[in-house]
């Protein structure tokens, strides 16, 4: 059974950075797509990132582009959100989700994914 446990989340002044983990554990995610997604109070989850486990190919929420970078380290199992210039509009909770296959069609689609962590909560003060 896969598992996928977030780590990293905390309170940030606007303008700061925090970086995101996603420890993967359970099954061989070689060709998996992983994600970021977040969900705000009272908003729908949304989608923030994914790299495709399998060569790195990345994909971005527009609204993320620039500031967010997904990456991840094989060896490790890991899949990192460095978030820079953090805004209050940010604030949310921070899920890391798995889909098997390495398509990377429809990744903004929290259907699309297989498994998903816990989520850690990302507070940003203005």
């Known amino acids: 059974q896969a598992q996928l446990v977030e780590s990293g989340g905390g309170l940030v002044q606007a303008g700061g950075s925090l970086r995101l983990s996603c420890a993967a554990s359970g099954r061989t995610f070689s060709r998996h797509v992983m994600g970021w997604f977040r969900q705000a109070p009272g908003k729908e989850r949304e989608f923030v990132a994914a790299?495709?486990?399998?060569?790195?190919?990345?994909r971005y929420a527009d609204s993320m582009k620039g500031r967010f970078t997904i990456s991840r380290d094989n060896a490790k199992n890991t899949v990192y959100l460095q978030m820079n210039s953090l805004k209050p509009d940010d604030t949310a909770v921070y899920y890391c989700?798995?889909?098997?296959?390495?398509?990377?069609?429809?990744?903004?689609?929290?259907?699309?994914?297989?498994?998903w962590g816990q989520g850690t909560q990302v507070t940003v003060s203005s």
């Open positions: 790299i495709r486990w399998s060569g790195g190919s990345t």
């Open positions: 989700a798995a889909r098997v296959g390495a398509s990377l069609a429809y990744l903004d689609l929290e259907g699309e994914y297989d498994y």
